[in-house]
């Protein structure tokens, strides 16, 4: 199975300033067509999860452009540029190259 | 507007069994791939079973493999889980989730086993 793993666990950050997670799998994750099947997410106290980013750099429809993703290959970074206060929540990374299982990061907590 | 819409969580004691239904609509159930995802309070997320368009295609976390069966009805736009066996250890909320690299969640229904 494919072992993901998030940096930091827990991030404090400051409204304004920029924050950045990492996400680290156990193998590449670039599939056969080129594509790295990495996605984040973010789940807000008291909600389901609301995924933010496909394929390691697309940015869902509705998502504020202040939410950016990067990286190839094992290395993966969840950018948000200028935090607001609805950015509190907790992050998850979930790799889709290797499946079964379907596998997802531990979470990075994010508070003001 | 996409929905998905759990159901069948409750209280039940280990040894017993539950189903859990997920309901869709605002979107043709039958064109995606789907998922249950369990997450303990406070915990992370854990993959829990997958169902292609048709259910021909099917795979199981290790941990509930031979215990859980995933089902669809694509006539009733409806996914299912049953559960048996249950253990304390499967004590979570449970989620019902769209396509192959999950981009739509339900809000979930909590399963708690205990005695």
């Known amino acids: 199975d494919v072992v993901m793993t998030q940096f930091p666990l827990s991030l404090p950050v400051t409204l304004g300033q920029s924050a950045s997670i990492y996400c680290r799998s156990s193998q590449s994750l670039v599939y056969s067509d080129g594509k790295s099947y990495l996605n984040w997410f973010h789940q807000r106290p008291g909600q389901s999860p609301r995924r933010l980013i496909y394929e390691a750099s697309n940015r869902d429809s509705g998502v504020p452009d202040r939410f950016s993703g990067s990286g190839s290959g094992t290395d993966f970074t969840l950018k948000i540029s200028r935090v607001e206060a609805e950015d509190v929540g907790v992050y998850y990374c979930?790799?889709?190259?290797?499946?079964?299982?379907?596998?997802f990061g531990q979470g990075t907590k994010v508070e003001i | 507007e996409v929905q998905l819409v759990e159901s069948g969580g409750g209280f039940v004691q280990p040894g017993g069994s539950l189903k859990l239904s997920c309901a869709a609509s605002g979107f043709t159930f039958s064109t995606y791939w789907m998922h249950w995802v369990r997450q303990v309070p406070g915990k992370g997320l854990v993959w829990v079973s997958h169902?292609?368009?048709?259910?021909?295609?099917?795979s199981y976390a290790d941990s509930v493999k031979g215990r859980f069966t995933i089902s669809r009805d694509n006539a009733k736009n409806m996914l299912y889980l049953q559960m048996n066996n249950l253990r304390v250890e499967d004590t979570a909320l449970y989620y019902c989730?769209?396509?192959?690299?999950?981009?739509?969640w339900g809000p979930g229904t909590l399963v708690t086993v205990s005695s």
């Open positions: 169902i292609n368009r048709d259910g021909s295609g099917i």
């Open positions: 989730a769209r396509e192959g690299q999950i981009d739509f």
């Open positions: 979930m790799q889709g190259t290797h499946w079964p299982p379907w596998t």
